[in-house]
Structure formats: C-alpha cells, structure tokens
Nanobody, 122 residues
C-alpha cells in the first residue's frame, strides 16, 4: 500500500551534481524511514543512505559516504538524494524504499519504488 515514486534519473556527465527525489504518494503518504539503494548492472543491490521519518537521523553506508547527501522536505514529504562529483561507477538503478530505522540490507526494506536509471557518461 506504500507508494513511492522516484524520478530525476537520466544520462548525466561525470563530475556534475544530481538530485533524485522520492515522493511518497497515495491517500495517506508514507512518512516513515526511507532509504536510497542502488543496483549496478551485474552487482548486488546495496544501501546508499537512509533517513528517519523526522529527518533527524541519517545513515550512510560505505557506498554513500563523501559524495552523497540524503535530506527530507517535511513540507512536501519528499526525500532527496543528492550526488556530487558523479563518477562512471555511480551508474546504476537507484531505488527509494521504505524500511525500519535500522535497515541496512535490501531485504529489510518492505516497500519499493520502481527505480530510476542513472547513467554517468565518461
């Protein structure tokens, strides 16, 4: 019943910034913990970052350190993942997913968006 819509993907140039929004939808939009995960071609899906429903608690996995920032706009109930200094290895399908506060593995997230493809040109 949780509806999540990611957008903002596409073909982007290396070195540039990119912001990916995740917009909960539906009659009663989800307001709990949300994570951004990604899956590169031929690789395992991995957590990049997550943020609590209040926005007060953030977590960055090893893959999400340094160049990634997760934030929440409480007015619009939208969670953003901002990436700077894009690298070709950032190429992946990026997913927004709902999970509990301590979720770190993909199987610990219960509801998923359909994903948005990010392709970083070299």
């Amino acid at each position: 019943q949780v509806q999540l819509v990611e957008s903002g993907g596409g073909v982007v140039q290396a070195g540039g910034p990119l912001r990916l929004p995740c917009a909960p939808a539906g009659r009663t939009p989800y307001t709990g913990t949300l994570g951004w995960l990604r899956q590169a071609r031929g690789k395992e899906r991995e957590l990049v970052a997550r943020i609590s429903g209040s926005g007060a608690i953030t977590y960055y996995a090893d893959s999400g350190k340094d160049r990634f920032t997760i934030s929440r706009d409480n007015a619009t109930n939208t969670v953003y993942l901002r990436i700077v200094g894009l690298k070709p290895e950032d190429t992946a399908v990026y997913y927004c997913a709902a999970g509990h506060l301590f979720a770190t593995m993909p199987q610990q997230f219960t509801s998923w968006g359909q994903g948005t493809q990010v392709t970083v040109s070299s």
